[in-house]
C-alpha cells in the first residue's frame, strides 16, 4: 500500500490540495517539473553544495506536514493522517525508509521541496545507507562515530564530489603508461598504482603502491594528500580536467628527495621496481633501458594526468574471459596487457609499455577464424616445423586480404567479405569462436606442448599442455616506435587464466598470466564505449 501511495505521489508530486493530480499530467508545469528530477551531474553537484551551506534547511519554504522538532531528523514520530493523499502525509520514519532507498544523487533534489523533507534528510539512517549501498562501506562506518564524523559528511563532502574518480585509469607517462585503481578503502578514497611482480615471476600477485589519498580527517573539508616518495604523506591536489580525465599534483615535492641525491633514489627505485641492484643486471642493454626508464619517469614527481580506462565486456561466447594479463616482454620486463574479443579477432592491448611498442597499443591480434593443430612433441621441437605450419596460414591470411582489398572489376563481392567490407575469413575457414571452441571441445581437452629449441623465454616454467592454437601476429618496432610492423605468430591458449604467444621473426616467447585482483567501479557500460576508448588509446602514444 505504502509503495502504490509513493508512486503516486512521485507522479503527482508534493502539492496543497489531498486529491490525487493524476488529472494533471499533461499540464506543462508538471513536465516542467518531471525534467528538474532529470539534473545532470553538475546541477547536482550544485545543489549537494546548498545542503553544505544551509544544512538546517532554513532557507527552505514551509509547507503543510511540517511537525515540531524532535524524532527522526528533527521532527516527532506521527501516525499521520488515516488515509494519506501525499508524501507530506506520511510519519516521519516511514519517509526515512522511502528515502533511504533512492541513489544519493536524487536527495538534494528532495531536500529543495520543503522544510520537513530537508530536516528529515538530515537523519544518519539515510546517509549510512547510501554509504553502504553506493561506496561499499560497512563496518568502516563505525570508526566514523570515534572520530565524530556522520555519515552525511562524509557522503556529501567527499564520496558524491570525488566519485567520478573512482575506477581504472592510465596515467600519461610517455610509452611507460600503468594502471591506476582508484577505490574507497576505509575512510579513505586512494589512488593505488598497480605494478607487474619483478621480471620474470610473471603468476606472483600484483604489487601496489600508493599515490594519493583522501580523508576528512580535517573537519568539514576533504583533504588531498600526495603518497609518493618515503617521508610519509604529504600536500597534494587533485583537479578534474575534462569528463574521463583528471591530473594530480604533488605541492611539496621536497618530501620525494632522498638524503643520498639521486644514485640513492635510483638504487631505491631499482629495488622496487625490479627487485634487485644494478649489479645484478649483467645485461648492458637491459642495464641502459632500466636507466632510461627511471629518468624519465621521475621527472615528473607525481604531477600526472589520468584517463578513464574500462574492463572489456564479456559474451557467453568468447573463447575466454577476457581481463588483464601480465606478460613477459623480453629485456623490457614484465607489462600488463588488456585482452578482449570482438567477434572473430582477440586483441591484446598494453596498458604498460616500453620505447619500442608503447603503453595503448595493439601488441597482439588472434584470428579465432585460424586455429592451429600442432604436430607431435618431437616435431615441435624443431622451430623451422613450426615456421612452416604458421607461415603457411600467414600467406594464406595475406592473400585473403590481398583479394577483399582488389575485387575483380564488376565482380560481385565474394562470400568471404560483407557489406562493410570486413575482415571475415575465407569459406574454408569461416567460423565463429564459438564454433571453433565447440568442435575442440568434442577432441581431447588437452595436447602436449613444448617450445622449439633457440626459442628464447624468460619464464622457463610454464604449461606442458595447451587446449588450443591459433594464428596471430604481433606488433614489433624500433627504438622510439620507429618502423612498426606486424609479423606472425603463434597463440597457445593453455588454461583461462594462462596464454603463451611465440614470435617467429624474434624466436622469443611471452607468457601471459591473469591478474586476479578485484577492480570495482571499471566495467564498460557497453562494447560501443570499449572500443571508443581503445582507439583513444592507440592515439595517446601514436
Not at 505521489?9 to 490525487?20: D, E, I, N, T
Not at 621496481?273 to 621527472?299: A, V
Not at 587446449?467 to 597457445?492: D, N, Q
Request: charged content about 25%; some cysteine; overall charge negative.
Amino acid at each position: 500500500m505504502l509503495l502504490r501511495m509513493a508512486v503516486c505521489a512521485r507522479l503527482c508530486g508534493v502539492g496543497q490540495s489531498r486529491r490525487c493530480r493524476r488529472r494533471q499530467r499533461h499540464s506543462q508545469a508538471d513536465r516542467e517539473s518531471d525534467s528538474e528530477m532529470d539534473m545532470d551531474e553538475e546541477e547536482d553537484e550544485r545543489v549537494v553544495g546548498k545542503l553544505k551551506d544551509d544544512p538546517d534547511g532554513s532557507s527552505c519554504h514551509k509547507t503543510r506536514g511540517a511537525g515540531p522538532s524532535g524524532g527522526v531528523g528533527g521532527l516527532e514520530a506521527s501516525a499521520g493522517p488515516p488515509h494519506p493523499q501525499s508524501l507530506l502525509d506520511l510519519p516521519p520514519e516511514i519517509l526515512v525508509e522511502i528515502f533511504s532507498s533512492l541513489p544519493g544523487t536524487s536527495l538534494p533534489n528532495l531536500a529543495l521541496v520543503c522544510k520537513k523533507f530537508r530536516q528529515i534528510l538530515n537523519t544518519e539512517t539515510i546517509w549510512r545507507r547510501r554509504c553502504t549501498e553506493e561506496f561499499g562501506m560497512k563496518d568502516d562506518l563505525r570508526k566514523m562515530e570515534i572520530v565524530g564524523m556522520s555519515s552525511r559528511e562524509l557522503y556529501v563532502k567527499m564520496l558524491h564530489p570525488y566519485r567520478h574518480i573512482l575506477g581504472l585509469w592510465q596515467p600519461d607517462i610517455g610509452p611507460y603508461g600503468g594502471l591506476l585503481n582508484v577505490v574507497v578503502d576505509g575512510l579513505f578514497i586512494i589512488g593505488w598504482m598497480y605494478l607487474p611482480p619483478h621480471d620474470p615471476r610473471v603468476e606472483d600477485p600484483m604489487r601496489r603502491r600508493p599515490l594519493f589519498r583522501i580523508h576528512m580527517w580535517e573537519k568539514n573539508k576533504a583533504t588531498v594528500e600526495c603518497m609518493y616518495g618515503h617521508k610519509g604523506p604529504h600536500k597534494g591536489d587533485i583537479q578534474t580536467v575534462k569528463k574521463d580525465e583528471f591530473s594530480t599534483k604533488c605541492n611539496q615535492t621536497d618530501h620525494h628527495r632522498m638524503p643520498g641525491g639521486r644514485q640513492e633514489e635510483f638504487r631505491t627505485w631499482l629495488e622496487e621496481e625490479w627487485g634487485r641492484t644494478l649489479e645484478d643486471i649483467f645485461h648492458e642493454h637491459m642495464q641502459e633501458l632500466i636507466l632510461m626508464k627511471f629518468i624519465y619517469t621521475s621527472q615528473y614527481d607525481n604531477c600526472l594526468t589520468y584517463r578513464r580506462i574500462y574492463l572489456p565486456p564479456y559474451l557467453p561466447s568468447d573463447l575466454l574471459r577476457p581481463g588483464l594479463f601480465k606478460g613477459t616482454y623480453g629485456s623490457h620486463g614484465l607489462e600488463i596487457i588488456m585482452l578482449s574479443f570482438h567477434g572473430s579477432k582477440a586483441k591484446a592491448t598494453k596498458l604498460t609499455g616500453d620505447p619500442n611498442v608503447p603503453a595503448g597499443q595493439l601488441t597482439l591480434e588472434i584470428d579465432l577464424n585460424r586455429p592451429l593443430r600442432l604436430p607431435d612433441l618431437e616435431h615441435q621441437k624443431n622451430m623451422d616445423e613450426l615456421s612452416r605450419l604458421v607461415m603457411g596460414v600467414h600467406e594464406e591470411a595475406q592473400r585473403g586480404s590481398q583479394d577483399r582489398d582488389t575485387p575483380p572489376e564488376g565482380a560481385e563481392a565474394s562470400p568471404s567479405q560483407d557489406a562493410e567490407g570486413s575482415d571475415s575469413a575465407p569459406p574454408a575457414v569461416e567460423e565463429s569462436a564459438g564454433a571453433v571452441a565447440a568442435e575442440c571441445s568434442d577432441t581431447p581437452q588437452t595436447q602436449p606442448f613444448v617450445l622449439p629449441l633457440g626459442v628464447m623465454a624468460r619464464n622457463e616454467v610454464y604449461p606442458r599442455t595447451c587446449k588450443m592454437c591459433f594464428y596471430g601476429t604481433g606488433l614489433i618496432a624500433g627504438h622510439g616506435f620507429t618502423s612498426p610492423e606486424r609479423t606472425p605468430g603463434l597463440f597457445v591458449l593453455f588454461d583461462d587464466d594462462r596464454f603463451g604467444f611465440i614470435w617467429l621473426e624474434l624466436k622469443s616467447f611471452s607468457f601471459y598470466s591473469r591478474l586476479t585482483d578485484q577492480l570495482t567501479h571499471a566495467q564498460a557500460p557497453d562494447m560501443e564505449r570499449f572500443e571508443a576508448m581503445l582507439r583513444n588509446m592507440q592515439s595517446w602514444t601514436s
